[in-house]
């Protein structure tokens, strides 16, 4: 598997851009994403010209068009920042990234819950960074995440989906591209997206039903917007019990009854959260070896990369 590209902030890498001069290090994103990604590393600070140290600075004013001010002198560098912005998402747009680290809090960078001050005083926790703010504008469908909030197990699983999803869509457009190469990915995504949402994965199903030559450009374009939108949904246990018990029953004419009270007691174990998600998985995936299902074979549920396995449960 080719390293998959990411953009993060510079200071999450171990670069000491800081407005203190610091960096924050984020062991996770080096040391285990690191194996598996290519970072394209970012700081909007210093990148648009401020030096390091350097005044701290926060968001003001509009939640929805905040400025980018000093905290102590009060200078605005929020037309700095948009100036070199625009320049650097054309830079970005070039590094195919298939997804993007932000750095918490941050008044550039922080993509979720970001202080920003109103004429009061009083900061309102509902700001997203300037740079964060342009990025998403820009690139709706590359996913995104902040640091901090991959320690959150399902927010991190939900991350990783969204980025090997992403990159596997960027090798289709690169090296396929085709009607039928658009079937077969939907096909092998079948019951990773059911984990995700059901419903999802039959509109997805119907868009790609409704596809033809004349209007296969179109029909990507729709399907890879209702592709990102159904994996914001989250995986939860049950909807893993709801896959894991759609898969057995691709078995229920081979397996004994010892064998499939082994298997639901595995789903029903993990569900109760007595048993890891990889037990019943494992157990499906020898069946599906055993019996020789091809379509199973194929299904990046049951068989994800040894990267992805590693990145999503640490093994």
Known sequence: MRKIRLGASACLLGQKVRYDGQHKLDHYIVDILGQFAEFVPVCPEVECGLPVPREA?????????????TIHTGIDHTGMMNAWMTKKLDELEKEKLCG????????????FNVKVFGGNGIPVKQG???FARGFTERFPLIPVEEEGRLNDNALR???IDKIMVFSRWREYEENDGSAQGLVE???????????HSSDSVKELGRIVAAQNRKNLTETKK?????LMKALDYKVTPKKNRNVMMHIMGY?????????????LDLIN????GLFPMLSPLTLLRHYTRKYNSEFLLQQYYLNPSAEELQLKYHV
């Open 157 to 159: 699983e939900n991350f």
């Open 57 to 69: 600075m926060h968001l003001a004013g509009d939640i929805d068009a905040p400025r980018l001010v």
């Open 128 to 130: 997203v960074g300037l």
């Open 222 to 226: 729709r399907y890879l917007e209702a």
């Open 251 to 263: 078995f229920k004419k081979n397996l004994s009854a010892y064998e499939k009270q082994e298997l």
């Open 269 to 272: 174990g993990y569900v109760d």
């Open 100 to 111: 993007f680290i932000f750095k918490s809090k941050s008044p550039s960078s922080g993509r």
């Open 185 to 195: 990915f939907h096909s092998r995504h079948k019951y990773m997206l059911m984990a």
